[in-house]
């Protein structure tokens, strides 16, 4: 189908603005210019927050506790917001997470883990598998369920939900019930034919992208690993029931889909949905693009529909 008018008035809005692709940026730049999505998200839902730190392989990490109303013990949402492992913070996903939250009626618990480029891979990385592990460890605490945990995030952050689902299976544990994949990031791979057909002109451009990969990976050479790249694993069987939204006109549309058909190859549950006419990052432009709010209701369907089947404690 076409592009959906609102993510065309979106477009001509932020071209009206000026504002350049990222790779066109400082990193400073970047990270400012990320904060202006937060005019494009909407109204926020209302719910008890807690900004704390945690214990982490480098030092405390800063997390944002969401608490929705209702009687727990409630599911555990660990959350890595998105921005190419570069940009983005707790402010600039907060009103998404609040509506994952509602939605859910989850605990959710928004990471902010290190930064590239002063943190290379694998700082976020350690820093999301340990937040996910201490969570599980205190999700009591939290007045949540440590039965029912997923992991969970938006392009970049999605790539750290999957590489900890991969690492939690293979380190045995924290045991997980969901992983939610927003658009992911699953390859070092710019030959795609989404990459050919959307990579200028719909907000992320590859330039960005190839930007924001030497950025997190510095001067390393990635080779298979899965944690930097989980779609290269070797063996991606035995993981958690996953839920994956693609965009139509995402140039990361094709390898988030190759990967559905990895995960599903390897005997996966997998719910999947391409969002038709709506470019990357749409979780973060609601208020812009609201057709786009009903992948928020798919993926608490599907986190429900995880953790409610047969074999997991509810």
Known sequence: MPLHPEAQQLLAALEAAGMPPFEHMTVPQARQAALGFIDLQGEPESMDTQDRTIPGPAGEIPVRIYTPAGDGPKPVIVYFHGGGWVIGDLEVCDNPVRRIAARTGAVVVSVDYRLAPEHVYPAAFDDSYAATAWVAEHAAELGGDPERIATCGDSAGANLAAAVAIAA?????????????????????????????????????????????????????LGQDPYACPARAEDLSGLPPAFVATAEFDPLRDEGEAYVAQLRAAGNEVTAKRYDGMLHGFAWTLGATPSGAGMIDDLA??????????????
Do not use: C
């Open 301 to 314: 369907a599907a986190f429900r529909a995880a953790y409610e089947r047969p074999g997991v404690p509810g």
């Open 169 to 221: 299976r293979d380190r045995g544990g924290p045991r997980l019930a969901a992983q939610l994949l927003i658009y992911p990031v699953t390859d070092f791979s710019f030959g795609t034919e989404s990459y050919r057909d959307n990579g200028e002109g719909y907000l992320l451009t590859k330039g960005s992208m190839q930007w924001f990969w030497a950025h997190y990976l510095g001067a390393q050479d």
